[in-house]
């Protein structure tokens, strides 16, 4: 754990964040910008910066868990797709330095982009309901 990391402080319930998953090493969340609504972030409990420096079995148990929140997400946004996605380093884009799979809900034509400007907002109350019914469908 590192104490400034905002990651960190979301796994330590520091900072309070509509979470949908969680198992003994990873946690899953909402992201606060999404650029589709249902976006979310698998991170390792244990902080780890990049692919890099993580242990190659939390990678290998990265996918399996990233499996069952994306077909959550596929059910709870009726989404058409997905992409999954890790920015690695600062010049890929990277802002957090925790390492973090991007889970993020795809429809036909939407022209979503990585460009971090085109970011939605979600209006009061719907990012907590939207983690609740992800949560539902997670524990079927
Ligand atoms: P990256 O650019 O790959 O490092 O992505 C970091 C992501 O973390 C961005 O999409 C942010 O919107 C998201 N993020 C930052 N702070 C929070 C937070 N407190 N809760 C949820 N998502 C966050």
């Not at 939390?58 to 997400?73: D, N, W």
Request: proline share 6%.
């Amino acid at each position: 754990m590192e104490k400034e990391c905002i990651f960190c402080k979301i796994i330590r319930n520091e900072i309070p964040t509509p979470k949908i998953f969680e198992n003994e090493k990873f946690l899953a969340f909402l992201d606060i910008n999404p650029v589709n609504f249902g976006h979310a972030l698998i991170v390792p409990k244990e902080h780890t910066e990049t692919i890099i420096s993580a242990k190659s079995l939390i990678l290998r148990e990265m996918l399996p868990v990233s499996k069952k929140i994306a077909a959550a997400i596929m059910e709870a946004r009726k989404a058409q797709g997905f992409n999954l996605c890790i920015n690695n380093y600062k010049a890929a884009g990277q802002l957090v330095p925790h390492l973090h799979l991007h889970v993020v809900p795809r429809y036909d034509a939407d022209s979503v982009t990585i460009d971090k400007q085109k970011t939605k907002k979600y209006l009061p109350g719907e990012m907590e309901r939207l983690a609740s019914q992800l949560k539902e469908i997670l524990m079927k």
